[in-house]
Each structure stands twice: as C-alpha cells, then as structure tokens.
C-alpha cells in the first residue's frame, strides 16, 4: 500500500546541514565533541546495548543525533497511514540495513518507512497540547494550571509508554534496542490521542467512537512493530514464544486505560 522509502535503487542520500534542522545547531557547537564522547562512553551501560549490531547502532544514532528527524512530506504522510491504519499496511515490517564502515547499521526513516522517528511524535505532543487547550476553553475550564497539568499528565502517559516497552523487552531477557527507539514508539501514541481530541471538537460523541478504534490501532502497530524487534534485533524470539504473545497481548491491552486516561480532558 505504501511505498518503501528505503528500497529506491540508486538513491543518494544527501549531504546533512546543521542548519536544515532546528535541532541541529545544538549538537554542532564548540562542545559536541564532549557530548558524543560522553554518549558514547554510558550509551551502553544506559541503553543496553550487548551485541555487536547493536553497538554499531547506538553509536551511530548518538554520534549524528539528526537521524531521528531526517524525514520529509512523503515519509510523514506514509508513516501516519502505517500508525493509524496499520490494517491496511501491506509491506513488510522490518527494517532496512546498510553497510556502514564496515558493520551493518539502518537506514534513517527517510530511506525506510519502518524506522522510527522523533519528528511525528514531538508534532503529535505538541498538536495534543493544543487542542487539549482549545477543549479546555469550549469547557469553560481554560487556564495556565489546567495546561500545565495536561502537559504534565502527557509526558507522564509518555514515559509509562516507554518504561512498558523497555520492560517488554527486558521481560523477554533483551533489551538491546535503543532508548530513543522505544521513545518514538511510544510518542506515536499522541497521533491518535490527537485526532481523537480532534473529532471531539468537531462533534462531542464522537470522540467515544473514535478512541476506541484507534486505541486498538495502536496496539497492532505497537505488536508488529515489538515483534520485529524480538525477531530482527533481539534475536531471541522463538524462547518462550508463548509468554512473548501474552505479553505483546498485554500491551496492545494497556493502550486502551492509558487513551482513556490521556484523553479525560474534562475530567
């Protein structure tokens, strides 16, 4: 349904410019040399990150912190599709490879629809914020307290998402995937939860439809995505394989009390 980014023959990627993103400036001043050499030296010990694909990654993403934000127009309009609509996702699930110096490492998303990125879900949190504001003032209950508490309730439903993912793994006896992974993973969250709020706006009942439905798109975006993980980069699926299913189960379970939560604007 979607075409992959990362299968175009012949593509070249072009050459990275601080100034392209916000978020470059920061890693590319006077003291980015001690930031990576400080990266590199915890990455592993906060990360957990043991096999030698994985180092390769780590070091990769930390050494060039703009790899998470090299999207465009297209990869964005596709992943959305892929995130809320994971149904209708007809191409495989896996991630794209590549030889880097001589070990293998990924692609970043703009080259693979599979990867993950910080792009969507920083909008998403932001979009969240937003119309969660615009609901506050329809409500009759807009103020600087009630944001600060719905931004606060936001990052807190963000985090419960990323320690429920890193626990997934470490449940299984891995872990190896990278911290800023399982933050994308869950930041994708806030897409839904958006566009929830969103019909509420639009028609107040609706909202009632809408969430449950993507609340369980969620989850089959989440479960696909963990199982290619477990296959691809945890190499150790096929222990336990029947535990892995009650605990990819649970997840997609948990998504549905954790919308709910984030998205009682009024309560």
Avoid at 90 to 111: A, D, F, M, Q
Avoid at 157 to 175: A, E, P, R
């Amino acid at each position: 349904m979607y075409d992959n980014l990362g299968g175009q023959p012949g593509m070249q990627r072009p050459p990275l410019n601080p100034q392209q993103s916000p978020f470059g400036n920061t890693f590319y001043g006077a003291g980015s040399g001690l930031i990576r050499g400080g990266l590199g030296a915890y990455g592993e010990k906060f990360l957990g990150s043991s096999s030698e694909f994985m180092q390769s990654n780590i070091s990769r993403y930390f050494s060039n912190p703009q790899y998470y934000f090299q999207v465009n127009d297209q990869y964005v309009r596709n992943k959305l599709k892929v995130i809320l609509l994971p149904f209708l996702h007809r191409g495989h699930w896996t991630r794209i490879s590549e030889p880097v110096g001589g070990r293998l490492s990924y692609k970043p998303p703009i080259y693979d629809i599979n990867a993950p990125d910080l792009y969507i879900p920083l909008m998403a949190f932001g979009t969240y914020i937003i119309l969660s504001g615009f609901t506050f003032g329809l409500l009759g209950k807009f103020s600087p307290e009630a944001l600060s508490l719905q931004f606060t309730r936001g990052l807190a439903g963000w985090l419960l998402q990323v320690m429920m993912l890193k626990g997934l793994l470490y449940s299984i006896g891995g872990g190896e995937a990278p911290l800023l992974d399982m933050v994308a993973y869950g930041g994708y969250a806030f897409t839904g939860l958006s566009l929830a709020i969103l019909g509420r706006l639009v028609w107040n009942y609706s909202y009632y439809f809408i969430l449950p439905w993507l609340c369980l798109c969620m989850g089959v975006f989440l479960v696909k995505t963990m199982k290619r993980v477990l296959f691809t980069e945890m190499r150790s699926y096929e222990k336990h394989s029947s535990r892995h299913h009650y605990l990819l189960l649970f997840m997609a379970i948990a998504q549905f009390p954790l919308f709910f939560w984030l998205g009682s604007l009024g309560a």
